[in-house]
């Protein structure tokens, strides 16, 4: 860990009243500050690896909403993961976290296989048997809550479904790969199938390459520093070797790792250039709105939109959803007050720390409530999962999509 970044801190507090823990328990410890500060001394020798200690460290939800508050740019959420995954690689994976993050993870068709059961759970009607009779309840309880979490999945992953490379309509005005993003993939088909239909509609032509492996997004999060460097020398070369203009996501957290590519490979020359051309889907989406605004038609609803932070901490991108959500004949756009305050998710920690991420989600959820909007729209596969159970339970209830969804209901009239 670079020590200057901890040293940068100056402890001026305008961090405070954007972190969500520290908004929740007014601890200092809790906060941006007290984690860079609890970090410092333990790299300073003047504390010792205590259970307290990775407590407070582990409370932290890596939102990175500091980063984009902070006046010297310290990001306390990237140095809790750079320590933390300091402390893995010292002391190795557990079997458990090999088992998942170096043997299912990097493997799509053994993620695919691995969900197969759960297809035939709802298919069957045992899930609502389940449901039904409080079952959930004799299971251990991060079970239930991941199952709680559950949507309607489709019949088959999109890997398995999608071509490999889809034409454009009309004149060809580029080519661009399409990352899939391992939950989009197995989980939220019909957004990024709308993802790709935008693409082409617009002109341009679609790679899918299917060897692609899973960002490394949950290496990062299980402090697995070196299988991310592996998916991310992986997925390098195997994009690298087409002629593509741009590499388009519709997942924020995918798109927040492969723009760090050149980062985690110590700036090597191939990583640096294959990050350099990751786009979000609104980024490409909003640089066509012209084009794309004369094919959409009405849609009379109320709509408001939450920034997932790896769209607006980690890549920056604010507008551009906004943007593309006015384009829209008939839309009634309502802000969402503290839109790029975390939803409670972030990756595992909604299974890791459900009481804090309850208490960050309530937030959530009233500020939704207050917009009196009839759809939620997002574009992150954990913000996605999180919002759409709690809006569901709602009064009223608001429906939960993707951002391409939105489009393409508005594209198909």
Known sequence: MDYVKLINCMRCGMCLPHCPTYKETFLETASPRGRVALVRKFQEGELVESEKFLEYVSLCLDCQACASACPCGVNAGELVAEFRCERKQEQGLSTMEELILRKLVPHPDRLEAATAPLRLYQRTGLQKVVRSLGLLKVFPAALGRMEGLLPKLPEAPLRQTISEVTPAVGEQKGTVGFFLGCVMSLIFTEASLATVQLLSTLGYKVVTPKDQKCCGAPNMLGH??????????????????????????????????????????????????????????????????????????????????????????????????????????????????????????????????????????????????????????????????????????????????HLTELLQMSLNG
């Open 224 to 401: 697995d520093i070196d299988g991310l460097k592996e998916a991310a020398r992986f997925n390098t070369d195997l994009f690298q070797s087409q002629e593509l203009d741009f590499v388009v996501t519709d997942c924020g957290g995918c798109g927040a790792e492969l723009k760090k590519y050149g980062h985690h490979l110590d700036g090597e020359a191939a990583a640096t250039a294959f990050s350099t051309k990751v786009r979000d889907i609104s980024e490409v989406l909003a640089a066509e709105a012209g084009a794309l605004k004369e094919k959409l038609k009405p849609l009379p609803l109320k709509v408001t939109y939450h920034d997932p932070c790896h769209i607006a901490h980690c890549q920056g991108i604010r507008s551009q959803p906004r943007a593309l959500i006015n384009l829209i004949p008939g839309i009634d756009f309502r802000e969402l007050p503290e839109a790029d305050a975390c939803c409670g998710s972030a990756g595992t920690y909604n299974i890791e720390k459900p009481e804090m991420s309850d208490r960050v989600l309530s937030r959530k959820v009233q500020n939704v409530q207050k917009t009196g909007a009839d759809y939620l729209v997002t574009s992150n596969p954990g913000c996605l999962l999180q919002l759409k159970k709690a809006l569901s339970e709602a009064t009223p209830p608001v429906k939960v999509i």
